[in-house]
């Protein structure tokens, strides 16, 4: 679904929700920020300046990270590996190694009460685990723009709701959560601010006490709300 004159402020130290079924956009503008696709008019803007995220490692530089429902990690690299994927230059490492295991066992702390084992492969992690994994290498690089599209549901309650302390966290430290999920708990129980979006439209943004499953539904699928009296 293509984005029509879509128009959303996001402010640092919230989490802002991104909701709306299927088709309605929410992919489309998660690529627009994370660099995979570059919109073919308007623009995005970082601390009120444009930029051009013309491919994943230009939103990188820009302090965006993105975890995607679809779990992307190196089946035959280790757990420590797979965390610091993609973390260091070309020609250089951008932390020592001796302190890499440290870090990455402090990072899986903040988001699960599992141990788990840095030295095994991602491949022989069960699904929940390998999806912490792919969450701790987005706030190993400690993003100012972390953007969970989906990203809670492989997860069990106990590992959601730590995860949902660290993402409290992170807001309150002046970063910006972008969260995309369907599920209404979540959406009430995480969100400072809703961005509805349909057919491709934001269709109005909710803040507060204006969170609710009723308004949000309404706004979502209109037609869900009317009502027939009839008699025949």
């Keep these: 679904m293509a984005l029509d004159d879509v128009s959303v402020a996001f ?14 956009g929410k ?30 490692a230009q939103a990188r530089g820009h302090g965006i990270a ?28 951008a932390l020592p190694l001796a302190r890499r295991a440290g870090i990455a066992r402090a990072t899986l702390a903040r988001i699960t009460r599992t141990a788990l084992d840095l030295d095994r ?28 599209d989906e990203a809670t549901a492989a997860l069990d309650f106990a590992d959601r709701d730590v995860l949902f302390a660290a993402i409290r966290e992170l807001v309150a430290g002046g970063r910006l959560v972008l969260f995309i999920s369907h599920r209404m ?21 909710l803040e507060g006490a204006e969170i609710t499953p009723a308004r949000l539904l309404a706004l979502m699928i209109p037609e869900a709300h009317l009502k027939v009296h009839a008699h025949g």
Excluded: C, M
């Design 185 to 205: 708990d979540e959406v009430q129980a995480l969100s400072d601010r809703v961005t509805v979006l349909r057919s491709g439209r934001a269709i109005e943004t």
């Design 121 to 148: 492969r991602g491949a022989d992690l069960p699904l929940a685990q390998q999806q912490l994994v792919v969450l701790a290498r987005a706030l190993v690089r400690d993003p100012r723009i972390l953007i969970l």
């Design 66 to 93: 993105t975890v995607f429902q679809e779990v992307l990690l190196a089946p035959e690299r280790s757990v420590l590996d797979n965390i610091f994927l993609g973390y260091d230059g070309l020609w250089r490492r």
């Design 27 to 56: 992919s489309t503008l998660v690529k627009l920020l994370t660099g995979v696709v570059e919109p073919n008019t308007g623009t995005v803007e970082v601390d009120g300046q444009p930029v051009r995220l013309r491919n994943p």
């Design 11 to 24: 402010t640092a130290g919230q989490v802002h929700t991104i909701l709306g079924e299927n088709g309605s």
